[in-house]
């Protein structure tokens, strides 16, 4: 089992809709938690992080965090067509030093 | 203020040549990654270096080999191509704290004919 999972999708909504992605992880002393955004041929750039349970709001993404039920998501409210991209999941895992996995990502298009 | 530099940007290969990819960062961070893509596959860990003069293998690092020169510098070599490593490769780095991001370089588009 891979230790970090995502729907590879692809998702699509409409624009102006919530985009849900979301993301589970296996039992690790997993630390903290990031959402990354890809664009086609470019690098991953981080739009969240989150490192307690709860909600956490930025604009108008909000992470969410459960770690009794190890479940990360990541909610994109008023979906526009430039937040197509593929969203990756990473956790950062505690193995004496810190590493971060990725999920596969899941691919997103907001239709215009 | 360059943050992570990758060499080549693109690179072709014939199977059995070798070749050694390239990083350094300019944020004096402790820990740095080597990552390949695949499609549909997401970013798969390579090796990964906590501080200067250790390495690590993670989850896919068979076929290659790495060497954390310095601080700065973090070098991932194929000794023996397959076209099974036809790959996007990302070198990345973070201060190694709980909290802190990725950074990534620019990426490296390798194909091994």
């Known amino acids: 089992q891979k230790e970090v999972e995502q729907n590879s999708g692809p998702l699509s909504v409409p624009e102006g809709a919530i985009a849900s992605l979301n993301c589970t992880y296996s039992?690790?002393?997993?630390?903290?938690f990031f959402w990354y955004r890809q664009y086609s041929g470019k690098s991953p750039e981080l739009i969240m992080s989150?490192?307690?349970?709860g909600d956490k709001e930025d604009g108008r993404f909000t992470a969410q965090l459960n770690k009794a039920s190890q479940y990360v998501s990541l909610l994109i409210r008023d979906s526009q067509p430039s937040d197509s991209a593929t969203y990756l999941c990473?956790?950062?895992?505690?193995?004496?030093?810190?590493?971060?996995?990725f999920g596969a990502g899941t691919r997103l298009f907001v239709k215009a | 203020n360059a943050g992570v530099t990758q060499t080549p940007k693109f690179q072709v290969l014939k199977t059995g040549q070798s070749m050694t990819l390239q990083c350094a960062q300019d944020m004096n961070h402790n820990s740095m990654y080597w990552y390949r893509q695949d499609p549909g596959m997401g970013l798969r860990l390579i090796y990964y270096?906590?501080?200067?003069?250790?390495?690590d293998k993670g989850e896919v690092p068979n076929g290659y080999n790495v060497s954390r020169l310095n601080k700065r510098e973090f070098s991932l070599r194929l000794e023996s191509a397959a076209p099974s490593q036809t790959s996007v490769y990302f070198c990345a780095s973070e201060q190694g704290s709980t909290n802190e991001k990725l950074f990534f370089g620019s990426g490296t588009q390798l194909s091994v004919l």
């Open positions: 039992d690790r002393v997993s630390q903290s």
């Open positions: 990473a956790v950062k895992v505690d193995t004496g030093g810190f590493k971060t996995i």
């Open positions: 989150i490192y307690s349970n």
């Open positions: 270096s906590a501080s200067e003069g250790t390495t």
